[in-house]
């Protein structure tokens, strides 16, 4: 991960073009023309040893008869010649390159890279169309038209959907603070593009079209980061092909490769959408809204009324609600008497709130100030039919400073076409999102709705596991061994049982006995009638297809003629199949019960995945699932169940009580945990799992395994909370625990931030208010552990009711883990004993471990105690300052 000289890439001073030409029809010429003719501020250079001249412009034969080395090169050569030209670039101190050639084979990619590599020289390609910055003028592409300044960023892995893209948006008026095809992403990929793109102030939202990402981890660590500052929007093409191969277990069958990519991006707090048009309705609602982002659970963000003089226009509003599975707000009383007393008789005393076709400016006014009286304001969709009544110009002069004011989050729908363009252009000139139907904007506001749950999916980071184990570690490990030890990658539906017993799933009773048919008799006497039977075979997966389940049997009689019955029918209907035994297990009774499946498999690319939804036999034809990334606490496995149809029923029905759904979290929670302490679970299946109103029970289990421990929280798409570096250590008199902060310290940070002297905080923060909001208190404590560390310094309370926090540091790693900035406070009262001390060496010594080359920081020349401290851990001190006041100190790790 890296944004190193992407600086050069998109914001170069200087630009070369090789291969550059005037060829009607070559990459070269179009290339050249765009950026000779675009306007771009800085010197640029044709570079061809067949061209004289192009135009005014002197052509230079060779990269060495340039004036000076260019900051940002065009290539447009044959593969052949690209690694050599990137050597000799990188030698001369060229930063960055887009290689616009195509069909390099391996070897040439091989070359290219080990050209540019000692240079640090950055390469955006090969095969790709280029990039465009609007506001620099720069037009290093073979676009056929230029793009407007704007504040979005679009970034597309197909360089024909580029062209498609700007033709699109030169037509509607969509301007751009960058746009980029990044081709086969030989270097430069999504992750580093996220990167730049997230920190860039003329960038207030960023559109991906993906088709295929690499790493995943390094992926989701940037979507994260970036999700967090604006929204970052995505079109994922190459959705599952029918036909796919089908899985040895109901998961494999279930988690199709695009659900996965689904759950990352809602996981990432980014918003994937189906088209391109959806892209910019979604970029118009998310980069105008006001407000926070995110909030916990129904509030008011969810509360849609509409506002209309036409009723037509209203009802396609509100079915346009309702098949977006949304409601609509019910108007308070004091909501519909204000709106009473300023509207005729007529008007439609519900929502939409229709103020009758022949309303004057006057009355748009007044419907809306009193729509102000709502005590929980929502959202408000104004919807305008041009009229003879009164020039849609002069109602937006008065209605949109008034919705700029409002305490509503507005939208605006001017219906037609030349009529409302003046006051569809004052609506978005004023910053309103804006759209051209009321079916368009409800669509906007649905998507703000999911992009405001992906938000609060995107704070939650929990452990991969406990912190004290919920089970003991042999009787998981030791039936996964026995069975590797005999060579079987699936366990025995008795060993998987064991395995989720010992990490607290609840599991049907169930013993395994040799294939005779007095054995099972025994069993089942043993646990009690009645029973149920089923064959055990390693080959046998789906035993219910082979007959290899009898269920109700009520006495030893039935048993035995179920088991000998059992063993003639598979051996008729799959000749050689090795049987080991017979499981026989309590038959549990829950008629009003619900099947359920859990799962996991390995995905290919974010590696291990759960799977929730509707089991039992149809499980693959009801295919009623979703899928989410681990690990998992309660709210994301809340948030994963409510993502399918069987949620509802899980809700209760007519007679039928709501079945116990934190049960059903724990299991999620659990198998979760499973999957970060046993890396050789490669896939899981729990179906049917049984939920009701007492709980939840697993009736059949599946475990596979692979000796080469493919899983585990290593690879994790998200980086669990690292729990294994807490520690306890004396300090004084007492004992503190030193550790990772989570997102649950929330209040306990502000509490401890409370309790700070403000001259403290100045000085060791440059921060100088007591109070902090939310947000800010959220970007504290909820860190993405892959490239950021805060160490807290706790204890207990005095009083015992929980623990306080004494000290904090934190560093930021850059994304090319070369340098971290870190800053420390310690809580006033404590000054002088030490504890920064104990806090930075964990800080220093967790850095060194995971590769970081130095440790800095920018601190006040007042700050003694800091100066001080910073010697006696071996800092250097920058003579150079970039602040007045201020001192820069180095440690190299």
């Not at 978005?428 to 079916?439: I, K, Q, S, V």
């Not at 390995?602 to 681990?630: H, N, Q, Y």
């Not at 999957?675 to 939920?691: C, F, Q, S, T």
């Not at 204890?795 to 790693?813: F, I, M, N, Q, Y």
């Amino acid at each position: 991960m890296s944004t190193r000289h992407l600086d050069s890439l998109f914001e170069p001073r200087s630009v070369a073009v090789f291969g550059a030409s005037d060829r009607p029809g070559s990459v070269g010429a179009t290339v050249w023309a765009n950026l000779a003719g675009g306007g771009f501020d800085g010197p640029v250079w044709p570079v061809n040893p067949r061209r004289p001249k192009l135009g005014t412009h002197k052509v230079y034969a060779r990269a060495s008869q340039l004036p000076e080395a260019p900051e940002l090169a065009v290539i447009c050569t044959p593969p052949a010649t690209v690694a050599p030209l990137v050597a000799e670039l990188g030698a001369r101190g060229t930063r960055a390159a887009i290689v616009m050639s195509a069909t390099l084979d391996a070897r040439q990619r091989r070359a290219l890279q080990d050209a540019a590599r000692p240079h640090l020289l950055r390469v955006l390609g090969p095969n790709c169309l280029g990039l465009l910055n609007p506001r620099l003028k720069l037009n290093a592409s073979f676009a056929h038209v230029a793009a407007a300044p704007g504040s979005l960023a679009f970034v597309s892995q197909s360089g024909a959907l580029v062209t498609a893209m700007l033709d699109w948006a030169a037509a509607r008026g969509v301007g751009f603070s960058l746009f980029a095809s990044i081709g086969d992403r030989l270097d430069v990929d999504f992750g580093d593009m996220i990167d730049y793109l997230a920190s860039d102030p003329h960038t207030r939202a960023i559109l991906l079209y993906v088709e295929a990402v690499e790493s995943a981890r390094k992926f989701m660590s940037a979507a994260r980061a970036a999700a967090r500052n604006k929204p970052v929007l995505i079109v994922k093409a190459g959705r599952t092909p029918a036909g796919q191969r089908a899985a040895a277990s109901h998961t494999g069958a279930l988690a199709s490769s695009d659900l996965v990519f689904d759950a990352a991006i809602r996981r990432a707090g980014m918003l994937r959408v189906g088209t391109l048009q959806e892209l910019f309705t979604a970029a118009e609602m998310l980069s105008h809204h006001r407000g926070p982002a995110r909030a916990v659970g129904a509030g008011p963000h969810e509360r849609l009324t509409v506002l209309t003089n036409g009723g037509g226009a209203g009802v396609l509003a509100a079915d346009a609600v309702q098949a977006a599975e949304l409601a609509l707000a019910e108007p308070s009383a004091a909501v519909l008497a204000a709106l009473t007393r300023v509207l005729p008789a007529g008007w439609s005393h519900a929502n939409p709130v229709d103020i009758v076709g022949d309303a004057p400016v006057a009355r748009y006014v007044a419907a809306i100030e009193a729509l102000h009286t709502d005590a929980s304001p929502g959202t408000l969709l104004f919807i305008h039919a041009p009229t003879a009544i009164v020039p849609s110009a002069d109602v937006a002069r008065a209605v949109v400073p008034l919705l700029q004011r409002s305490p509503l989050q507005p939208m605006t729908c001017w219906l037609g076409g030349d009529a409302v363009r003046e006051a569809r252009a004052a609506s978005r000139a004023a910053g309103l999102p804006t759209y051209d139907t009321p079916e368009e904007a409800v669509r906007a506001f649905s998507m703000l709705q999911t992009y405001r749950r992906n938000q609060e999916l995107l704070l939650q980071t929990p452990p991969a596991a406990p912190a004290e184990p919920l089970w003991h570690a042999a009787q998981v490990h030791a039936p996964i061994e026995a069975a590797l030890a005999e060579g079987r990658e699936w366990l025995t539906e008795p060993e998987a049982k064991a395995v989720l017993a010992a990490v607290g799933v609840p599991v049907v009773a169930t013993r395994a006995v040799a294939a005779e048919p007095e054995a099972a008799v025994a069993a089942a006497q043993a646990l009690g009638f009645p029973v149920a039977l089923k064959i055990i075979a390693a080959e046998l997966q789906h035993k219910s297809d082979a007959g290899a389940v009898v269920l109700d049997l009520d006495d030893a009689a039935s048993v035995r003629d179920a088991a000998g019955a059992m063993l003639r029918r598979v051996h008729e209907r799959l000749p050689g199949l090795a049987v080991s035994g017979f499981s026989v297990q309590t038959m549990v009774r829950r008629p009003r019960a619900l099947e359920l499946i859990v799962g996991a498999t390995l995905d290919p690319l974010f590696g291990p995945v759960i799977l929730f939804g509707s089991g039992g036999t149809e499980v693959e034809v009801v295919a009623d699932r979703a899928v989410a990334l681990p690990p998992l606490n309660r709210p994301l496995a809340r948030a994963l169940v409510e993502r399918t149809r069987v949620a509802q029923l899980l809700a209760g029905w007519r007679d039928v009580p709501p079945a116990d759904v934190d049960a059903v979290c724990d299991v999620l929670v659990r198998v979760s945990q499973l999957l970060a302490d046993e890396p050789r679970i490669v896939e899981l299946d729990l179906n049917p799992l049984l939920a009701d109103a007492h709980g939840v029970v697993a009736l059949d289990a599946r475990i596979r395994v692979d000796r080469q421990a493919p899983g585990g929280s290593a690879r994790f798409a998200i980086r669990p909370y690292p729990a294994d570096l807490s520690e306890t250590v004396a300090w004084q008199d007492r004992w503190l625990t030193l550790r990772p902060i989570r997102p649950e310290d929330e209040v306990q940070h502000l509490e401890f931030l409370a309790r700070l002297d403000p001259a403290d905080i100045r000085m060791r923060v440059f921060y100088s208010r007591r109070s902090i909001e939310h947000s800010e208190l959220a970007r504290l404590t909820q860190i993405d552990y892959e490239r950021e560390m805060a160490f807290l310094a706790t204890a207990p309370k005095s009083d015992g009711s929980g623990e306080e926090t004494l000290g904090v540091v934190r560093a930021l790693c850059d994304p090319d883990n070369v340098e971290a900035e870190f800053g420390i406070v310690v809580r006033s009262d404590l000054k002088g004993a030490r504890l920064g001390e104990r806090l930075m060496r964990k800080l220093i010594d967790y850095l060194r471990a995971r590769g970081t080359r130095r440790l800095v920081a920018t601190v006040l020349t007042e700050n003694r105690r800091m100066l001080d401290l910073a010697g006696r851990l071996g800092f250097d001190y920058e003579v150079e300052q970039t602040e007045p006041g201020t001192r820069r100190i180095v440690l190299a790790l």
